[in-house]
């Protein structure tokens, strides 16, 4: 998760984006097109085992019913997932 991410949502023209509720929940949430997606960010900057998810996100990850959570390492690998999966 990232430190200091916020809780109040980013908006663009159709799509919002809430971020920093914490325990486990994916980073990013993300609403577009009648989409939703879960994404967790992690720093692409550290080693491998520095990456790995929390106890609480990989629970989370494990039993979400929903689309799939999306594990990225940059912001642009996020915008580039939410525009892949909702043409």
Not at 19 to 30: F, Q, T
């Amino acid at each position: 998760s990232r430190p200091g991410a916020s809780s109040r949502p980013f908006r663009l023209p159709n799509i919002a984006i809430t971020s920093g509720a914490g325990n486990g929940l994916p980073d990013l949430i993300v609403g577009m097109h009648n989409v939703n997606l879960l994404i967790e960010i992690k720093d692409g900057a550290k080693v491998p085992s520095a990456k790995k998810l929390t106890p609480a996100e990989q629970f989370f990850v494990d039993n979400w019913k929903g689309h799939p959570v999306r594990i990225v390492e940059t912001p642009e690998e996020a915008v580039n997932y939410v525009i892949a999966v909702t043409r």
